[in-house]
């Protein structure tokens, strides 16, 4: 297996202190409600009743430590990367020659989305599919996410080149497939425009705007809808989304 002489790979296990469990439950049960408008429903954010009931599930019921051990289950590795710690899962394909595919998910989520179709990507026989369709899967978290680290303001456009880089350099793949939903479709597509030497195929199940950039085509008539609907629904309800963008550490609650 290849490796890039600047990054350090180490395995990685999902291990929270009771701690920092306990001092969470400590700051669920201190949770200060809101005053809720008369009959508001939905219509001016969460509805405060099904916050009360997810909040008190959260403190009282959801067990941490089952969750540690499904995480675990998978070979969790970080990586450093030009200073940059990166997380991911790396699973190797039971067949005789698994095509190597890199899944990357998307906001607000974390690796944990792909746990279910891990085991059916890598082991397709044992779910009734063929052995030789098997997959190298490996699912990295995106920098500032789970248990990567963030990257400086304005450097997101970094990671389709730290993706290149794991999967080639480091992991040694001549060739990978990938695919994204949401960010991560994002990025997915980045890859295949920056790296389409390395690239097998792409796969999205969001595709963000067209690509504008250099080479690029006219938009189509479908197109330019498009970016007009997006526009107009980023205005109407996408206030989350703007403050992610612009002011991510500002505190959502008053």
């Known amino acids: 297996m290849a490796q890039c002489s600047d990054m350090d790979i180490r395995p990685f296990e999902v291990r929270v202190t009771e701690e920092v469990l306990d001092d969470l439950r400590e700051c669920l049960a201190r949770t200060r409600w809101p005053a809720e408008a008369a009959h508001a429903g939905w219509d001016y954010g969460t509805n405060l009743a099904y916050m009360r009931e997810l909040v008190e599930y959260w403190e009282s019921s959801f067990d941490w430590r089952e969750q540690e051990q499904r995480l675990n289950r998978f070979a969790h590795f970080r990586a450093e990367l030009d200073g940059f710690e990166l997380h991911f899962i790396h699973e190797r394909g039971k067949g005789d020659d698994p095509m190597p595919l890199v899944l990357t998910h998307g906001w607000p989520s974390t690796f944990f989305e792909f746990s279910k179709i891990v085991p059916l990507l890598t082991d397709p026989e044992s779910h009734g599919g063929d052995a030789a369709d098997a997959f190298d899967v490996v699912v990295p978290s995106l ?112």
């Open 143 to 254: 920098p500032g996410y789970g248990f990567s680290d963030p990257l400086p303001p304005g450097e997101a456009g970094r990671i389709p080149e730290m993706w290149a880089r794991l999967m080639a350099d480091v992991l040694g793949y001549e060739r990978f497939a990938a695919h994204g939903g949401d960010i991560g479709g994002m990025v997915t597509n980045r890859l295949g425009v920056e790296f389409p030497e390395l690239l097998v195929g792409i796969h999205v199940t969001f595709v963000a705007e067209p690509y504008v950039g250099p080479g690029a085509p006219e938009p189509s008539e479908q197109e330019r809808a498009f970016l007009e609907e997006r526009a107009r629904g980023q205005e109407f309800g996408g206030a989350y989304a703007h403050l992610q963008r612009t002011r991510p550490r500002t505190p959502h609650t008053p």
